[in-house]
Antibody, heavy 121, light 110 residues
Framework: QVQLQESGPGLVKPSQTLSLTCTVS??????????WSWIRQHPGKGLEWIGYIYYSGSTYYNPSLKSRVTISVDTSKNQFSLKLSSVTAADTAVYYC?????????????WGQGTLVTVSS | QSALTQPASVSGSPGQSITISCTGTSSDVGSYNLVSWYQQHPGKAPKLMIY???KRPSGVSNRFSGSKSGNTASLTISGLQAEDEADYYCCSYAGSSTCVFGGGTKLTVL
């Protein structure tokens, strides 16, 4: 059973960089076949796809966030990470990591529990 | 890349059937049979209910079914049960390795 777990600071100051890590267990990121994704949910709002990474390091981002987002992968630790720069209060959200299928994209079958990140001074 | 359009809320009585629509464009829903649906209970992570328009993951009740016509996908829940009360989100592949979600629909079981 694949499990994903987000970790990182719950509070980030405006203009700083939000950094989160997702640790994958029960399966290897290096095995291929999956995109490793970040998705966020503003308080009381819907889901927003941020982007994903393949184990090779290829990345794909939401065009609306592309200029501020970097997703990276560390296959030795079976982890992937999100960095979102120049954050504002509008970036306050629950951030989820999830697994998507390369063959059948938009098919997020495993999710982390989510972590709330608040942007505030 | 605009969010897919879903009704804000739907409701039904136990045992009834309801349908939630998800309207996109010819660039996303209309172009690919890659629409999925997620159920989210308060404070929980979303759960995959339908993928590739109409396929159900193992363990998901056959009371949940999906379909698509043109730029609109639909999720139908038959034999409504109290535990179906949740938020539901659709998601579509939008080309160029990007995805787009719907705004979400709150299902109330009366």
């Amino acid at each position: 059973q694949v499990q994903l777990q987000e970790s990182g600071p719950g509070l980030v100051k405006p203009s700083q960089t939000l950094s989160l890590t997702c640790t994958v267990s029960g399966g290897s990121i290096s095995s291929g076949g999956y995109y490793w994704s970040w998705i966020r949910q503003h308080p009381g709002k819907g889901l927003e796809w941020i982007g994903y990474i393949y184990y090779s390091g290829s990345t794909y981002y939401n065009p609306s966030l592309k200029s501020r987002v970097t997703i990276s992968v560390d296959t030795s630790k079976n982890q992937f990470s999100l960095k979102l720069s120049s954050v504002t209060a509008a970036d306050t959200a629950v951030y989820y990591c999830a697994r998507d299928s390369v063959r059948e994209p938009a098919h997020f079958d495993y999710w982390g529990q989510g972590t709330l990140v608040t942007v505030s001074s | 890349q605009s969010a897919l359009t879903q009704p804000a809320s739907v409701s039904g009585s136990p045992g009834q059937s309801i349908t939630i629509s998800c309207t996109g464009t010819s660039s996303d829903v209309g172009s690919y049979n890659l629409v999925s649906w997620y159920q989210q209970h308060p404070g929980k992570a979303p759960k995959l209910m339908i993928y590739e328009v109409s396929k159900r993951p193992s363990g998901v009740s056959n009371r949940f079914s999906g379909s698509k016509s043109g730029n609109t996908a639909s999720l139908t829940i038959s034999g409504l049960q109290a535990e179906d009360e949740a938020d539901y989100y659709c998601c579509s592949y939008a080309g160029s390795s990007t995805c787009v979600f719907g705004g979400g629909t709150k299902l109330t079981v009366l």
